[in-house]
């Protein structure tokens, strides 16, 4: 077997399984969530800790019951093999569970936690399926909510199995072959192409998403892709200051023409993605900015005719939605934003050749470009664990020793930037959670380029009490280079979105509570 096919496969596998979890839970699927486990796994979830089954049971009388609505958001996910056992994985997943209830006096709020989740997982009979679980709570914050009423049109989604996820293919945590690993990253490419001609302002690039017949459904317009393109230049990237559409879990199921019964001849994927999509109003105003906040998922059927994967179809489910005032937007001192009227770095000078322009950077149709994204995206997860657990030698091994950073108030070298993630992130937050969304990755030999959304949340503390966190969408554009086998950053500019400041509430002190330092659960493997 392909060594770097059977990890990679195995990494798919396992964030498959992730990904049904959290479409179990959130669409109150028991049999689903059972589905994603081991029989007998231990599972700790604060407020539970013991066998699955007896967690699962408790979904009904204390979540679904008290809870109008949950999305389970992830961010990114680690994933480190046993060294002495393949058939065993340690798996860190940053998340952001929402939590919505309706009050008695028809106000609504959504109880949000910061967390990941610590887990073990094991293959069994070729399955992967979690064998332990450990909730690390990071920060949790209650946000009013509901006061927004989108009209009919707008799709709400199905807490139950006739939600339209549950007319695509069913799979489970297996391995796929190298044509299904290629298929799902072209599609993912697809959604975060999407996203950057979206922020942007591009419509090229948003129109490159869909086929020519695709069909739209975004509650405001149901219709075909042109008309789409008129109604979302006034309605989204004209009527905003700034958007970040930041994806999430996405669980792509995927048939080949040869494994389907159709005789067009056309491979075909069906995706469930969640999103949280941010819109900020009066940024001109360094005062009153807000952001219209929304909790999506795309549900999409992508079609590969010979040209790529592409949109067929797409549905959009609301889950939630709020408006948040954010303050100030005024820019902190050195730090450079994100531009929207075709001048963005990730559209102009990143966007030029690596190397000479006669050649192009390969494209998710080969694998071994598929599995050198796959390395790359590992060296930008285990730099959020470096800062998230202040772990100074975790963040040097992602950076070349001469690369240069660009984080706005740090300009230089990396033995600069490693002081100051010191002296001016370490020391002044309790915690840091760095939680990346999309990464859209493009491989040239040896070197590679990547933009890479993110949320940063810096909670700090007075008294012994958490007060308030200090939080950044933002963008990673990085330059990466391969040197005797391995990738890192040679170099990183952070380009911010937006920023806010929350109140946030105290955590249980009986829950598995993370901790910044090497003593955090993320480290004690069971």
């Known amino acids: 077997m392909n060594s770097r096919w059977g990890r990679l496969a195995d990494e798919w596998a396992i964030r498959d399984t992730l990904s049904r979890y959290w479409r179990g839970v959130d669409r109150r699927d028991e ?18 800790k013991g066998p699955v089954e007896e967690f699962i049971e408790t979904l009904a009388p204390s979540v679904w019951a008290y809870f109008s609505k949950t999305q389970h958001f992830s961010g990114h996910i680690a994933i480190d093999f046993d060294e002495a056992d393949s058939e065993i994985a340690y798996v860190e997943s940053y998340a952001e569970a929402h939590h919505l209830r309706e009050e008695d006096d028809g106000s609504s709020n959504d109880l949000v936690y910061g967390l990941r989740y610590v887990d073990r997982f094991t293959c069994v009979d070729d399955e992967w399926r979690i064998a332990h679980r450990v909730c690390t709570w990071d920060w949790s914050r209650s946000d009013k909510s509901g006061a927004i009423r989108l009209p009919d049109s707008y799709f709400r989604g199905e807490l139950s199995t006739s939600d339209p996820v549950y007319e695509h293919p069913k799979g489970r945590g297996t391995r796929d072959s190298e044509e299904v690993i290629i298929a799902k990253q072209g599609c993912m490419d697809t959604l975060a192409l999407y996203t950057r001609g979206i922020d942007r302002c591009d419509l090229a690039t948003v129109r490159d998403a869909y086929h020519s017949d695709a069909y739209d459904d975004h509650g405001g317009y149901q219709g075909d892709v042109e008309g789409f393109l008129d109604w979302v230049k006034p309605t989204v990237m004209n009527a905003f200051a700034v958007t970040m559409h930041k994806l999430g879990n996405s669980l792509i199921e ?87 009227d075709g001048s963005d770095p990730v559209l102009m000078e990143f966007a030029a050749p690596l190397g000479d322009e006669k050649d192009e950077w390969r494209p998710a149709a080969e694998f071994d470009a598929v599995a050198d994204r796959a390395e790359i995206y590992e060296v930008l997860v285990r730099y959020c664990r470096g800062v998230d657990r202040r772990d100074r030698e975790l963040i040097r091994s992602t950076y070349h020793a001469d690369a240069e950073d660009d984080h706005g108030t740090y300009q230089g070298d990396l033995e600069g930037f490693l002081d100051f993630v010191e002296n001016e992130v370490h020391s002044r937050f309790r915690t840091t959670m760095h939680k990346l969304g999309q990464a859209l990755i493009e491989v040239q030999g040896d070197r590679a380029k990547s933009e890479t959304y993110a949320v940063c949340h810096h909670v700090s503390e007075e008294g012994g009490l958490d ?35 929350d109140a946030v509430i105290a955590l249980d002190p009986d829950w598995s509570l993370g901790i910044a330092g090497p003593t955090d659960p993320v480290f004690l493997r069971e």
């Open 254 to 340: 995927v048939e080949l023409a040869g494994e389907s019964a159709g005789e067009d001849n056309v491979d075909r994927a069906w995706a469930e993605t969640y999103a949280v999509v941010h819109h900020v109003q009066g940024i001109s105003d360094a005062a009153g900015a807000t952001d219209l906040v929304m909790g999506v998922r795309y549900i999409d059927r992508l079609e590969d005719r010979g040209t790529g994967w592409k949109i067929a179809d797409r549905r959009m489910s609301f889950e939630w939605e709020r408006t948040a005032s954010l303050g100030s937007q005024a820019p902190y001192p050195g730090f450079s934003s994100g531009l929207r």
């Open 467 to 501: 007060v308030s966190d200090s939080v950044m969408g933002i963008r990673y554009l990085d330059h990466f280079e391969r040197r005797d086998g391995e990738w890192k950053i040679a170099q990183r500019l952070l380009l911010w979105e937006w920023i806010r400041h």
């Open 31 to 48: 049999a689903l969530v059972a589905s994603t486990y081991h029989p007998h796994a231990y599972d700790d979830h604060g407020y539970f």
